[in-house]
């Protein structure tokens, strides 16, 4: 049970140092499943911005391009 215990202390301890490269790691697995609708036809375009503001605070803006005639804007 310590073990166990010390493991998962010891994970989230390092998870922490790691913080920095959320932002990447967000945008790369929300370009992947973009990436899928793009190639299905259900958007025509995608543009992801990622950015660290601080410590703990990010901004994502994802911008979608949908074609009209599939009932796009």
């Known amino acids: 049970m310590k073990l166990a215990s010390r493991a998962k202390s010891g994970l989230v301890r390092a998870s922490f140092r790691f913080e920095r490269f959320f932002p990447r790691l967000v945008k790369l697995y929300m370009g992947r499943q973009l ?31 949908l074609d009209p005639e599939k009932g796009g804007e």
């Open 35 to 65: 990436k899928k609708y793009k190639e299905r036809g259900t958007i025509s375009d995608y543009r992801i911005r990622a950015k660290r503001v601080k410590k703990y605070h990010y901004v994502f803006e994802v911008d979608l391009f």
